[in-house]
């Protein structure tokens, strides 16, 4: 389990140049200062995780339920856009109305971003799961990008589930691995990342620290 996390919102792809001239491709990530509204412990809940807000939202704007909880939570505490939670391996060294920062990051630092990924509609077998195709001769008429054969004969006389088909492509939960972080500019609240992360332009990205990489 991760020990520190963060909610980011995806600004978009530049590039920057290392020590050697080298370009690097870097995914910008805009992280509002986050307010921890409740701690979630396995004694009560089952598991350890932080409950986050960011931004500012109007008070009247709230339902009863979203502004009992943020009352709950203390007078400090503003109501925010969202409310986030973050798994976090344990939550002792954090208090509720704390303020989570993107200098919980430094350079180098190794972290596994997740996101939903972007929506591509109903795309076929080859361009979901990357299929070869059918044969473009040899009596082949009209199914060039059809997936073939699905299932077996008598037995077992169904389609397994799970079988790879055409469907619905991306818009799913997506966790990309042990990303660099390239700079943490705390002045501006910005992450720079090297390489890309799922998601669009203004998505809303958790980022952790790797659980199978490290510094």
């Not at 998601?199 to 980022?207: A, D, N, Q, V, Y």
Request: proline content about 4%.
């Amino acid at each position: 389990m991760p020990s520190k996390a963060i909610v980011g919102e995806k600004v978009g792809m530049t590039q920057v140049w290392d020590d050697q001239n080298r370009a690097i491709a870097v995914t910008v990530v805009r992280v509002t200062p986050v307010r921890v509204v409740q701690l979630k412990t396995p004694d009560r809940d089952g598991y350890s995780a932080l409950q986050v807000t960011y931004g500012i939202r109007k008070a009247r704007t709230l339902n009863k339920p979203e502004a009992g909880h943020f009352a709950s939570a203390g007078d400090g505490i503003d109501p925010g856009k969202a409310l986030v939670e973050l798994r976090v391996a344990d939550t002792a060294e954090y208090q509720v109305g704390q303020e989570l920062t993107v200098g919980l990051l430094s350079a180098g630092d190794k972290v596994d971003v997740t996101a939903v990924s972007k929506g591509k509609g109903f795309a076929g077998g080859m361009k979901r799961h990357n299929f070869s195709g059918q044969g473009a001769s040899h009596g082949n008429h009209k199914h060039h990008r059809a997936p073939g054969s699905i299932g077996a004969c008598a037995t077992p006389a169904r389609v397994f589930k799970g079988t790879r088909m055409a469907g619905q492509m991306g818009s799913a939960k997506v966790t990309t691995l042990n990303l660099e972080v390239v700079q943490a500019d705390a002045e501006r609240n910005l992450l720079l990342l090297k390489g890309a992360v799922p998601g669009p332009r203004g998505g809303t990205i958790l980022i952790r620290d790797a659980v199978k990489g490290g510094k």
